[in-house]
């Protein structure tokens, strides 16, 4: 997974997130303002669901920076400060929904994500590529809208403390450069080397912007690719292999500890 500069996301023309006179506003949004990394923090009167497509997509919330692996999304409760962001070549479908409804579904008042199954994740796609803003009230449209939305509230959460990432430009680094296979399997200290620093300067960095050790990070990030690959079929004996582990069985172990299921039932649960 790319980890690659993210910039604010370009509404499409005529999109209102706001609008209160429909049930939810739906767009596939391909473009970002490169000439711009950050963007102020904006709320909305709606609640917001994030979903990544492809590339490197995420919301920033005031706690920090939430990457969105692909075939997951994010949800953003109405009133809460945030930005959008998007890499190069990524593509995202963004859905603003009626605050009643948003209580309605029972999505939770805090920034969560969610992974999807194939069958929400391929509605919402249809549904953004028909639509490309208001959904229609009264019509067919707007209840499969209903019907995706009630799947997303139902959907298995990702651990709010799974692969954080972080601001500081050298852990932004390692991160991109922890998506290549040659180099996944350094030691902690040769990484540390990468970057300049001290093996014990680098532990310390990484505890102090994620929260985790360097050791658990760097399993994080590796399960934030293995994510994306289960969702497009991979055979987990592969996947395992392009994760950097030497046998299935630990990397089956590994993605049980930090998800509490094995990739088998995580497949499983995406139908």
């Not at 055979?235 to 630990?250: D, F, I, K, L, N």
Request: include cysteine; aromatic fraction near 8%; glycine fraction near 6%.
């Amino acid at each position: 997974m790319p980890y690659a500069p993210t910039y604010p996301t370009i509404w499409p023309p005529n999109y209102d997130p706001d609008n209160p006179n429909t049930l939810a506003n739906i767009a596939l949004i391909r473009e970002a303002n490169e000439s711009l990394q950050d963007e102020p923090f904006h709320e909305h009167t709606t609640g917001q669901i994030t979903i990544s497509i492809a590339g490197m997509v995420g919301v920033v919330l005031e706690t920090g920076i939430s990457a969105i692996p692909t075939h997951c999304a994010a949800w953003v409760p109405p009133g809460v400060k945030h930005s959008g962001h998007l890499g190069r070549d990524s593509t995202s479908i963004y859905l603003n929904v009626n605050k009643d409804l948003c209580t309605g579904l029972g999505f939770p008042k805090f920034p969560t994500r969610y992974i999807l199954n194939n069958m929400t994740f391929e509605m919402m796609k249809h549904l953004a590529l028909k639509l490309r803003g208001a959904c229609p009230p009264h019509t067919h449209e707007e209840r499969l809208v209903h019907v995706a939305l009630e799947e997303v509230a139902l959907s298995k959460q990702l651990p709010l403390s799974f692969a954080p990432l972080p601001e500081h430009p050298v852990l932004r680094r390692l991160a991109e450069d922890m998506s290549n296979l040659e180099v996944r399997k350094r030691t902690n200290a040769n990484w540390a080397k990468s970057v300049g620093m001290s093996e014990r300067t680098l532990s310390r960095l990484v505890v102090k912007e994620t929260g985790l050790s360097f050791a658990k990070w760097r399993v994080h990030l590796t399960l934030m690719d293995a994510l994306t690959w289960l969702n497009n079929g991979v055979p987990v004996t592969e996947v395992a292999h392009r994760a950097g582990y030497e046998t299935p069985s630990a990397f089956i172990e590994a993605f049980k500890r930090v998800f509490g299921i094995t990739p088998g039932a995580f497949r499983a649960r995406l139908g």
